[in-house]
């Protein structure tokens, strides 16, 4: 069921009926997500959305102003989105009798509970999942209020209504990620062989030891807001170094034994750097930069010494859009 009605022209008689024109065919849908993946489908009869949906098109911004004595007017410092609050009015109902809406109304309680959920780390408790003609997209959500009702004015036997306000501190709704292809050093390549096989002569003979295995690759960073890039690499190397047009420059050093992964994530929400998933800041090169990926094309590369045919690596992030779709 789409979110919202589309206002048009009265239908013709039965006998010629308007055609309808699938240009304009509503695809938006709301769901709720609870971070394990079950989902509540807010597509009627039972569940359905109301008019009045607040919060889901661009983030509140906050523009951070100086003054200069004898200056006209300020000055711009900082332009920066900041969280957003969504309004969701919402009809929740049941053909089924008064047991069966009680039982409805437990289980949109559990959808919005925080308890037993590391909502710090995770950046809040479930996530609010837009599906339309432009995708899918997801934001992470808390529950604020609004579900307080009033008997006998929000309720009935059978049904309620209400004004639910969801809290999203990351302002950004996530897509499908982007990433690089995972690089690989190619082994050997044979460049004279018998016919039957039966001999190879292996050319080149062996890895150079200081191996670019990826050299200004171009990628496609999708979305419409910068994404932090998470770095993948599987040792062995003797360092590693990732990088970007965007101004990302992260440097691994005292080498990765054959075998050991690497997990470098540059968000500031969950900035980390794991070796075969232990922490380990001192792995890492002091001076790096930790800048973002800009929407659109960037270029990267990843440079790996003495790697071997066991050896990849791969950077990837989410795409990140500041409308629902």
């Not at 039972?46 to 889901?56: D, R, T, V």
């Not at 970007?244 to 054959?258: K, Q, Y």
């Not at 794991?274 to 990267?300: C, H, I, K, Q, Y």
Request: net charge negative; with cysteine.
């Amino acid at each position: 069921m789409p979110i919202l009605a589309r206002a048009g022209a009265a239908p013709g008689p039965a006998s010629n009926p308007v055609p309808v024109d699938a240009r304009f065919t509503d695809s938006r849908r709301l769901d709720f997500r609870t971070l394990t993946g079950d989902v509540l489908a807010w597509d009627g009869p039972a569940w359905i959305p109301m008019a009045g949906i607040e919060g889901l098109h661009m983030p509140p911004r906050e523009v951070v102003r100086g003054s200069v004595p004898g200056l006209t007017g300020s000055l711009l410092t900082e332009i920066r989105d900041v969280e957003r609050t969504v309004t969701f009015p919402v009809f929740v109902g049941s053909d089924d009798g008064h047991r069966a809406h009680l039982e409805q109304l437990a289980r949109l309680e559990a959808f919005l509970d925080f308890t037993g959920i590391d909502y710090a780390s995770a950046g809040g408790t479930f996530d609010l999942v837009a599906t339309s003609a432009s995708g899918t997209r997801s934001l992470r959500c808390v529950y604020l209020e609004g579900m307080e009702g009033g008997e006998g004015t929000d309720f009935g036997v059978w049904w309620a209504s209400f004004g639910l306000r969801l809290l999203a501190v990351d302002p950004y709704w996530h897509g499908t990620p982007w990433s690089t292809q995972t690089l690989r050093v190619p082994g050997p390549i044979g460049w004279l062989s018998a016919a039957d096989g039966s001999y190879t002569v292996a050319w080149p003979g062996g890895i150079t030891n200081s191996l670019v295995i990826g050299a200004n690759m171009p990628v496609e960073v999708t979305g419409t807001a910068p994404s932090w890039a998470s770095i993948e690499v599987v040792g062995p190397a003797t360092t590693f170094r990732a990088r970007t047009s965007s101004g990302l420059d992260v440097t691994l050093v005292g080498g990765l034994a054959a075998g050991e992964t690497v997990r470098v994530d540059t968000d500031p929400r969950n900035r980390d750097v794991t070796f075969n998933g232990t922490r380990d800041w001192s792995r890492v090169a002091p001076g790096d930069r930790w800048e973002p990926m800009l929407p659109g094309t960037s270029s990267v590369t990843l440079t790996m010494a003495d790697a071997t045919d066991a050896s990849s690596a791969r950077l990837f992030g989410e795409s990140l859009f500041k409308r629902a779709w």
